[in-house]
């Protein structure tokens, strides 16, 4: 029986460069796998996972501090499958099971995505090798991000599954009318992966219902079977945190255009691996080889094609990201699908001749991009805030592997939470911060005295958070885990994801002692604006936003969070609290 991702063997030349071609493609995917494992590392931002996810088996909800409810996890699905893995592996493992699932992913991603170009050049009867697969391979982010302890591993399985899905079904004989159901599914499930993959998914959804055979009713089912999953997480997510978006796409003004910036980001991933050099030597690969692909095969292509422009001007639009090149993997992965594997020339022949010259031209810039292309900023570049963050946290953390919190632990986290929880212990009643570089003897921090208890106040949220564990209460000034902080208004465009600190007035004036609105405290804001913005928080919309994230979760609550969430979301307080107290007051 021939497998159904390969072109019938004809001969038995066919069935030896089948293994040839197989021998390839498990050595690209191998390849992933060593990458990814040698630069394996986690972020901070993976910590903000964790600490949900200790939430989540504790019995508190999907919560980075409860019982105020915000969504700091930016992926629902990837936040399930650390969950549970947490919870079927032995100890607290949930970080190396985040740099095992993100290798894993990014392999499964890879070989799909080349089973899938070979599905798609499967009429050209020639065998296929590694093109695209090769480009992810040599560059350096490619490899970083293969695990970080985020989501992109999985973003690479979905993407190159998908495209796997598509163009088997594409090929299958003979059509199958309303099928397949679990195609149609998968690819719904883009927005649990990350949000801004609805538009991915929106795209590919609507080509497979147009090109799908059989009657309209029947693909239309196929639209709700993948529609099922989103739409329900989308209600919860109204219900429960009261908006239509994550909390950190609001804190991170994600509407906001800011297409200079994105710019930047976009060109600090082309420029420095010279990535026109392998895209121009794709179209000229598929030119030259003109594999005789019917019009509906031609046509996913386009479709794919599509998607990635319209992604990545998503992505340019709204500033990028502070991480060199992360936001922008999915659409390079997703544009490499198509060519992740082409088909070998034939020889002799002046067109199939160059088109081997660009497969070797290829090769060379892929050795070239692997060791020697970088940026030009060795980790952070000051005037635009990227970072090479995996460069940054190696160094921070003084090891070449930090995975653990025990690994990244060494700057001082540990100890400084440590006291922080001792204080927490003897019951004090304190506001205290993160100083910016924790040593072992540190001494903690007191920015003022609190309303009760202790609060950490701390700008690496995911670190601080699991460090403190969960029966403190830990703010992040970033507004990422804050429903306060998240809504304030956005001052000029700084450092993409780093531009809302907490105002003083408002952190003192939500978790600060009563006399703080009444007494001058040296080092303190003035007692006026504490007052303020103390009345601001406690009127109007913005007490409505509170109660919609702390109030206990009655069906009456879910309801009203649900018919409020647009105009919440929307919500912005303003920076001074004078003008805070004008306005909801």
């Known amino acids: ?159 190159g599954v998908s495209f796997w899905g598509l163009a088997r079904e594409l090929r299958r004989e003979p059509a199958r009318a309303g099928r397949p159901v679990w195609l149609y599914v998968l690819i719904g499930l883009g ?137 922008l993997l999915p659409s390079l992965f997703l544009v490499l699908c198509p060519v992740a594997a082409v088909p070998l020339p034939r020889m002799p022949g002046a067109r199939n001749s160059l088109a081997a010259v660009a497969l070797v031209a290829t090769a060379t810039w892929a050795l070239v991009a692997a060791t020697s292309f970088r940026t030009d900023y060795e980790i952070r570049d000051t005037a635009s805030g990227l970072a090479d963050e995996r460069a940054h946290y190696v160094q921070r953390a003084g090891v070449p592997h930090p995975v653990t919190l025990e690994d990244h632990g060494r700057a001082g986290v540990l100890a400084y939470s440590a006291r922080v929880e001792e204080l927490h212990e003897r019951g004090a009643d304190v506001i205290v911060g993160q100083v910016a570089e924790a040593r072992p003897g540190t001494r903690v921090e007191v920015i003022a005295p609190s309303d009760g208890g202790v609060v950490f106040a701390v700008g690496n949220a995911g670190f601080y958070g699991v460090a403190a564990g969960l029966d403190l209460v830990v703010i992040d000034v970033l507004g990422l885990a804050d429903p306060v902080n998240s809504h304030l208004e956005a001052g000029p465009p700084l450092r993409a994801g780093h531009e809302k600190r907490y105002a003083d007035w408002y952190l003192l004036a939500r978790y600060g002692a009563d006399d703080l609105a009444v007494q001058r405290q040296e080092g303190q804001p003035a007692p006026e604006r504490v007052a303020a913005a103390r009345a601001a928080l406690s009127c109007g919309e913005v007490a409505e936003l509170i109660s919609a994230t702390s109030d206990p979760l009655t069906w009456n609550r879910f309801w009203n969070n649900v018919r409020g969430s647009a105009h919440r979301t929307s919500l912005r307080i303003p920076l001074d609290p004078f003008e805070a107290e004008r306005t909801f007051c």
């Not at 964790?50 to 508190?60: F, I, S």
């Not at 909800?61 to 915000?70: D, E």
């Not at 329900?232 to 609001?250: D, E, H, K, W």
């Open 191 to 327: 927005p649990l992966v990350r949000p801004d993959f609805a538009l991915i998914a929106g795209l590919l959804l609507l080509w497979l219902t147009v090109v799908a055979p059989g009657a309209w009713w029947r693909r239309l089912l196929g639209l709700v079977a993948a529609g099922a999953l989103p739409l329900a997480y989308q209600l919860f997510r109204m219900g429960y945190y009261g908006l239509l978006i994550p909390n950190t796409a609001v804190a991170k003004e994600s509407g906001r255009p800011l297409w200079g910036r994105g710019t930047d980001y976009l060109l600090d991933l082309v420029v420095p691996y010279a990535l026109y050099v392998p895209a121009v030597l794709a179209v000229a690969v598929v030119a030259l080889l003109r594999p005789p692909l019917p019009r509906r095969e031609w046509s996913l292509v386009a479709v794919v094609v599509a998607a990635v422009v319209v992604h990545t001007l998503y992505v340019v639009r709204v500033g990028g990201d502070f991480m060199h090149a992360r936001l």
């Open 1 to 159: 029986m021939t497998e159904p991702d390969a072109p019938p063997p004809t001969s038995s030349r066919t069935g030896r460069t089948g293994v040839a071609e197989r021998v390839l493609i498990a050595a690209v995917v191998l390849g992933v796998v060593v990458a990814g494992w040698l630069a394996r590392w986690t972020a901070d931002d993976a910590f903000i996972n964790y600490r949900v996810v200790e939430n989540l088996l504790a019995g508190n909800g999907p919560v980075f501090t409860a019982p105020v409810r915000t969504e700091v996890a930016t992926s629902p699905a990837w936040l399930l499958l650390l969950t549970g893995a947490e919870a079927l592996l032995p100890g607290n493992s949930v970080a190396w099971a985040s740099v095992v699932l993100g290798i894993a992913g990014t392999a499964t991603g890879v070989l799909f995505a080349m089973l899938g170009a070979r599905r798609l050049f499967g009429t050209a009867g020639r065998p296929v090798v590694p093109f695209g697969a090769v480009v992810l391979l040599a560059l350096p982010p490619f490899a970083d991000f293969t695990t970080s302890g985020l989501e992109t591993g999985m973003s690479f399985a979905w993407l």
